[in-house]
């Protein structure tokens, strides 16, 4: 059928592969930003931040990830601080105007709203993408994603509210969002890829 | 009264007053894809303006672990919004006479003659 070269090629360009079995330190050194993640989570959850804890945070992180192991992806995400304080502002400013609007949805609509769902496909094609983006499409109350075909990238949107225009107004803030998630986090190709659609939405 | 007060006064109202909006959506929409829009959103709003007026008035030390309840808040929301929405939808839950469009149905319509 395909031989194994283009096939590994297409993996590689997509952003993700899978990390070997055979390379044992480098899997530790890949798990590192999570034992990190977990012994800051513990450290908030006590509340007391000296040696100890901290020592007994990453003897507990060790634990976690050797019981419950994580699968083995790696991906070649990009933080970008600034972009990523951007989307995270814009988050912050989407769940207050999106709380007033179903607040008006709820008091003067109330049993006769209007919704829709609406399929919209991304441009880019990446996992951790893709599942940040349905975060941030969800995260503010009106729209949030019913169902995910990752295969052919189209989420379907379940959005609270839709008027006539409801399908290009969802797919326009769907992309938008995807836009901002791929500034802060996508790497420089996928970056383009946003941009370029953009550019020809927009005209 | 300080700023400090005013700040955690107008935090905690617009919080509850938040929460308050997402009962009165709870109880008026037709659906439950649209009960969970009023159920899990606003409530993730007023929940964090609620810490964040406490938040002020304690100690730094007892304060950060409130950025904790706000993080899980924020990220499983949503998961928990697509699955019960998934699951509502699947069992017909949905009100199909409230949707302007549905790409959805139209898919799964599609599929099934395809596999008949």
């Known amino acids: ?203 | 009264m300080s700023w400090l007060d005013l700040f955690s006064a107008v935090c905690l109202i617009a919080g509850a007053v938040s929460c308050l909006f997402g009962a009165i959506g709870l109880l008026t929409f037709p659906d439950v894809a649209a009960r969970l829009q009023a159920a899990t959103k606003p409530q993730t709003l007023g929940l964090v303006l609620i810490l964040l007026g406490s938040a002020v008035h304690l100690e730094v030390r007892y304060a950060s672990g409130l950025i904790l309840v706000g993080l899980f808040q924020a990220i499983t929301a949503p998961v928990l919004a697509q699955l019960v929405g998934r699951a509502a939808y699947r069992a017909g839950s949905v009100r199909r006479d409230t949707l302007d469009a549905d790409h959805l149905a139209r898919r799964i319509e599609h599929e099934r003659g395809r596999t008949l």
């Not at chain 1, 590192?32 to 959850?45: A, F, H, K, N, Y």
């Not at chain 1, 509340?47 to 020592?55: I, Q, S, V």
């Not at chain 1, 990830?65 to 990523?84: G, H, K, N, V």
């Open chain 1, 1 to 203: 059928m395909v031989d194994p070269e283009p096939r590994h090629r297409q993996r590689r360009t997509r952003g993700e592969h899978v990390v070997s079995r055979r390379y044992p330190i480098g899997r530790a050194v890949r798990r590192l930003p999570m034992l990190g993640w977990l012994v800051l989570v513990w450290l908030l959850l006590w509340g007391t931040y000296d040696p100890g804890t901290a020592f007994f945070g990453i003897v507990v992180g060790v634990l976690v990830i050797w019981f419950f192991p994580a699968p083995p992806i790696a991906t070649d995400i990009r933080l970008r601080p600034l972009r990523l304080g951007q989307l995270v502002l814009f988050l912050a400013w989407d769940l207050v105007v999106s709380t007033g609007r179903v607040a008006f949805e709820a008091i003067v609509r109330g049993p006769r709203v209007r919704a829709s769902i609406v399929a919209v496909t991304l441009v880019t094609d990446s996992d951790h993408l893709m599942a940040m983006v349905a975060n941030a499409v969800s995260l503010a109350p009106g729209n949030f994603v019913l169902q995910i075909d990752r295969a052919n990238r189209i989420c379907y949107v379940y959005a609270l509210g839709a008027g006539e225009h409801a399908t290009e107004r969802v797919r326009r803030e769907v992309l938008g969002w995807e836009r901002r998630v791929v500034h802060a986090v996508g790497t420089g190709e996928q970056v383009r890829m946003v941009d370029r659609n953009h550019r020809s939405e927009v005209g």
